[in-house]
């Protein structure tokens, strides 16, 4: 009866039809049906949540992704905490050609079930912006980050590790180490700490250990007065 409940449920509410895609490096949670996955890494320790669909992305340890969420072409790091209906990898059609229909700048037959350049001839053009240095993902996200919910995530953008990105936020722009940013378009509000103590937790890549590693050192780290020793 389990068994066959569970495959009703599976024809119901596929994971995804891309699994055969999926990479896992470690105990990966899926807290509720629906969620799509292809082409994506997990650090390990991770939990998706219900509705989530996720491509082409590099998924750190113990990062979570809530429910509802749309994440394309994005780098996360270790430690993330993404909340629900968080949106990256929109795409962008070039201002510069004769139209901004993408018919004109790449080949849409698969998309659209046509293209205007039966040779096979069509202009080179990526509409996915890149961060600095990077080649493969459109956003990139540090370690010890918390998004908030309903936030939009343009292309080309990093996050810098240990910041905040408030509830409805739509982030165009790089975000610093340890900011606190909010608002449309997103703007610096504050930093968690100060300067001494952000260099000191960069300094410290806490975020490398695993959740095991660092329940060994737990005694060392009083998380109030932001002292630890790893």
């Known amino acids: 009866m389990i068994g066959a409940l569970r495959r009703i449920s599976n024809i119901l509410f596929p994971l995804s039809n891309f699994r055969e895609k999926l990479k896992v490096k470690g105990k990966v949670f899926f807290n509720g049906a629906g969620s799509r996955v292809m082409a994506t890494e997990f650090g390990g ?6 509705d989530v669909t996720l491509m082409n992305c590099s998924i750190g340890i113990a990062t979570y992704v809530n429910h509802n ?5 994005s780098k996360i790091g270790n430690y993330c905490s993404i909340a629900d209906n968080v949106y990256s ?14 018919v004109f700048f790449y080949d849409t037959k698969s998309q ?11 202009p080179v053009y990526d509409p996915f912006k890149k961060p600095d240095g990077e080649d493969k993902y459109s956003s990139v996200i540090g370690h010890d980050v918390w998004i908030g919910s309903h936030v939009m995530i343009m292309d080309g953008v990093t996050i810098g590790t240990g910041a905040v990105v408030g509830t409805g936020s739509v982030v165009t ?14 703007k610096v509000i504050r930093y968690r700490h100060s300067q001494e103590v952000i260099d000191e937790l ?22 109030k007065s932001l002292r630890f020793k790893l």
């Open 45 to 50: 320790y991770n939990m998706i949540s219900r």
């Open 69 to 73: 969420s749309r994440l394309i072409g």
């Open 89 to 102: 990898g929109f795409g962008q059609h070039p201002l510069d050609c004769i139209s901004t229909h993408p």
């Open 112 to 122: 659209l079930g046509y293209n205007i350049y039966p040779d096979g001839n069509v």
């Open 173 to 186: 722009k790089d975000v610093p180490p340890y900011a606190i940013v909010a608002g449309v378009p997103a």
């Open 202 to 223: 960069l300094k410290s890549e806490w975020w490398e250990k695993t959740p095991i590693e660092l329940s060994e050192k737990i005694d060392n780290f009083d998380v």
